[in-house]
T-cell receptor, first 114, second 110 residues
Framework: GAGVSQSPSNKVTEKGKDVELRCDPI?????LYWYRQSLGQGLEFLIY????????KSGLPSDRFSAERTGGSVSTLTIQRTQQEDSAVYLC????????????FGPGTRLTVT | DAKTTQPTSMDCAEGRAANLPCNHS???????VYWYRQIHSQGPQYIIH???NNETNEMASLIITEDRKSSTLILPHATLRDTAVYYC???????????FGEGTQLTVNP
């Protein structure tokens, strides 16, 4: 079946602009996660959704970062006033019920802030 | 979540078994051991997980020591496609996020 998809696959933006990254989870998966991977920081957790609620958003690095999930499906990660340090690969994952269930990752969105 | 320690890199000959160790000496009773891998330029991929019993699936086997302070991921017949960074992660039963460390870069050589 279809896996987790993310769009765009690549995004180049100028410093100060806002960007939106989209994640389509596997159908039926109630849990959705955002992570990012940068050269200096490795793979780090950003936010976790259960349904449309975000019980854990402790990984968001600043108030420039926000995310929402609608209809228990698609999620959008928004970065306002982008900075060069935001350059990274943003990965989305979903799992059936969260918790101990394995997470299935998408291919990621490579964000470059110039 | 408990911290894990893995070797930075390992090599393995194609067709041979790859044994990847992980130390998690501070693991608590309600924490599971998970293994994921990340092939270059792809998202991480789930491999296997376990609590205290050894586990096997179509991809790998997981051996957890009796005291649960360490584990070994075994790829029985490594192929070139198994070249990846392998992450050992400990997560409690009520947890959700995966906390990735540095992982082990496994290189399978022809």
């Amino acid at each position: 079946g279809a896996g987790v998809s993310q769009s765009p696959s690549n995004k180049v933006t100028e410093k100060g602009k806002d960007v939106e990254l989209r994640c389509d989870p596997i159908s039926g998966h109630t849990a959705l996660y955002w992570y990012r991977q940068s050269l200096g920081q490795g793979l780090e957790f950003l936010i976790y959704f259960q349904g449309n609620s975000a019980p854990d958003k402790s990984g968001l690095p600043s108030d420039r970062f926000s995310a929402e999930r609608t209809g228990g499906s698609v999620s959008t990660l928004t970065i306002q006033r982008t900075q060069q340090e935001d350059s990274a690969v943003y990965l989305c994952a979903s799992s059936w019920l969260g918790g101990l269930y394995e997470q299935y990752f998408g291919p990621g969105t490579r964000l470059t802030v110039t | 979540d408990a911290k894990t320690t893995q070797p930075t890199s390992m090599d393995c000959a194609e067709g041979r078994a790859a044994n990847l160790p992980c130390n998690h000496s501070t693991i608590s009773g309600n924490e599971y051991v998970y293994w994921y891998r990340q092939i270059h330029s792809q998202g991480p991929q789930y491999i296997i997980h376990g609590l205290k019993n050894n586990e096997t699936n179509e991809m790998a086997s997981l051996i957890i020591t009796e005291d649960r302070k360490s584990s070994t991921l075994i790829l029985p017949h490594a192929t070139l496609r198994d070249t990846a960074v392998y992450y050992c992660i400990v997560m409690e039963t009520s947890g959700s996020r995966l906390t990735f460390g540095e992982g082990t870069q496994l290189t399978v050589n022809p």
